[in-house]
Structures are given as structure tokens and as C-alpha cells.
Nanobody
Framework: QVQLMESGGGLVQPGGSLRLSCAASGFSLEHLAIAWFRRAPGKEREGVSC????????HYLDSVKGRFTISRDNAKNTVYLQMNSLKPEDTAVYYC????????????????????WGQGTQVTVSS
């Protein structure tokens, strides 16, 4: 089973930036989809971004398009989420998740639960 560990969260002012990292172990990222989800207090979990490791296609929640960028480093078995122009409404616990992606289509349905999850990292956007 894939083990995932997030890092990079913290407190940032509105308009600031953070880069989250998701380090995977126990399995190569080669045939996986890696997604970032978030859960804000009192709200349901939502899929923020996803990257297919097969064809490197990326997907984004509409509210983060143009501000967040997902990327990978195969050598480090790590996926990143660069978050720019952060807003208070981005405040949440961010989780990375992994699932099999044999056909390159796993990112198309973030509503279906992913198999492996990290512990989460808190992102707080506040002045």
C-alpha cells in the first residue's frame, strides 16, 4: 500500500504563497493518480487538484484555477501543490491521496474515494 506524507502547510497572509509536498513511499508513482483534497471547518471535503502520472494531465477545482499548480518529481516520488494568491477561503486541512490509474482516467472523478491517504497538513490564510 502506498504511504503518503504531506508537508508545507502553515499560516500565510492573503495574497501569499505556499508549496505543499506529498511524498510517497512503498509504491512507485508511475501508475497512480495523485490528488489533493481539502476540508474546511464545517464544510465537506472537496477535490482541489489531481495529476495523472501516466500522461501527466492535470485537473483543478474551478476556484483554484490560475492560482494553484500541481506538479511531480518522479526522482523524489513526490507531488507538489504550488498555491499562489491565497485567499482566506483556501483555509483548510489539505490531504494528498493516491489511487491506481491504469487507464489515465482516475482524475476525472474525484468524487470516488481514493485508496490511500496522507494525514493532512493545515493551511491557514489570515491577516
Amino acid at each position: 500500500q502506498v504511504q503518503l506524507m504531506e508537508s508545507g502547510g502553515g499560516l500565510v497572509q492573503p495574497g501569499g504563497s505556499l508549496r505543499l509536498s506529498c511524498a510517497a513511499s512503498g509504491f512507485s508513482l508511475e501508475h497512480l493518480a495523485i490528488a489533493w483534497f481539502r476540508r474546511a471547518p464545517g464544510k465537506e471535503r472537496e477535490g482541489v487538484s489531481c495529476i495523472s502520472m501516466i500522461d501527466v494531465t492535470t485537473h483543478y477545482l474551478d476556484s483554484v484555477k490560475g492560482r494553484f499548480t500541481i506538479s511531480r518529481d518522479n526522482a523524489k516520488n513526490t507531488v507538489y501543490l504550488q498555491m499562489n494568491s491565497l485567499k482566506p477561503e483556501d483555509t483548510a486541512v489539505y490531504y494528498c491521496a493516491a489511487d491506481s490509474d491504469l487507464f489515465g482516467s482516475r482524475c476525472k472523478d474525484l468524487g470516488v474515494d481514493f485508496a490511500s491517504w496522507g494525514q493532512g497538513t493545515q493551511v491557514t490564510v489570515s491577516s
